[in-house]
């Protein structure tokens, strides 16, 4: 990495609770700041994923998502307000993002990116999260991730319950998104749309993605590495798993090209 960023006094000033961590000090709040986080979907996820990372001072914020915000959305997707029903939901986040944090760059990408354009935007980031509602979207992020070498945070949820997991390409045996799921159960793929979900259980999700990634940013490795986390709202239970690599994996196994 180039050389870090030093801090002015506003930014000590706003991120002095970051600094005063021991874990994180002055230098990982200077990697957050030279940072840069791909965050794929602004729905119910990405909405308290992005507006974390912004208020954290993650330096570069990309957001991509094709949608347009909706009136059933806003029950959820708190990055957006009612007057911005209509708009893209990747501006109306970067719009909040800017007025939490004016100093951030954020950039947005209004269309559904083919796989050349996810592997340039994989490649240019330094951590990446999936807060999208699709399979096909999920395994070409993996795939790109893979590819990059880029640590890729995990969410979903659904009724009420959730999970995330972080898939680190950089280590050596890190499982991979394929090993969760195998394209194969693409048909039994479930939406919010069809199924509801508790609103609040996106923001447990999303703000558990939001701490892996500054962890990550800060140069720490991630706290849920090789593990899946499961979340019950329903319950108030929180489990944990290991996350073993599939050895057949046709994305990271033995066999993978
Ligand atoms: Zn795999």
Redesign the pocket.
Known sequence: MSALPELDDAQLARHARHVLLAEIGYEGQQRIRAGHALILGLGGLGSPVALYLAAAGTGTLTLVDDDRVELSNLQRQIAHADADRGRLKAESAAGRCRALNPALRVQTVCIRPDAAALAALVAAADVVLDCSDNFPTRHAL?LAC?AARRPLVSGAAIRWSGQLAV?DAREPDA??????YPEADEAAAETCTANGVIAPLVGVIGALQASEALQLLAGRPAALAGRLLRYDALGARLRSARLP??PD?????RR?G
């Open positions: 993996n893979r898939f499982p991979c998104y394929r090993c969760l690599r599939d994996c046709p994305v990271c196994g993978a």
